[in-house]
Nanobody
Framework: QVQLVESGGGLVKPGASLRLSCAASGSIFRINAMGWYRQAPGKQRELVAK???????NYADSVKGRFTISRGNAKNTAYLQMNSLKPEDTAVYYCNAEIRSALTYPWRDYWGQGTQVTVSS
């Protein structure tokens, strides 16, 4: 049993900043990677950023230089610092984690419930 809980979304004006948080809890042996995805109305879900247990990162071209993903000290949390927000960033943002609950268990993907980010003047 694994749960991901997201927070930090909201309504902001263009150019503002938001910091999203994701906390994983439950039966966790190891977290290999965590990431953030987003889905805007009428569009496919897309990868925004991800970070591995070795702290390697990957970003969508549209957010490079503006967004930063990081892991908490306990390694069961992930953050997405979003600066210089644009209307095009408006979407539901979902936390994703690749987790196994025991050494012999397979890696599985888990998803949070999503948090709304709206950027509008």
């Amino acid at each position: 049993q694994v749960q991901l809980v997201e927070s930090g979304g909201g309504l902001v004006k263009p150019g503002a900043s938001l910091r999203l948080s994701c906390a994983a809890s439950g039966s966790i042996f190891r977290i290999n990677a965590m990431g953030w995805y987003r889905q805007a109305p009428g569009k496919q879900r897309e990868l925004v950023a991800k970070i591995t247990s070795a702290s390697s990162t990957n970003y969508a071209d549209s957010v490079k230089g503006r967004f930063t993903i990081s892991r908490g000290n306990a390694k069961n949390t992930a953050y997405l610092q979003m600066n210089s927000l644009k209307p095009e960033d408006t979407a539901v943002y979902y936390c994703n984690a690749e987790i196994r609950s025991a050494l012999t268990y397979p890696w599985r993907d888990y998803w949070g419930q999503g948090t709304q980010v709206t950027v509008s003047s």
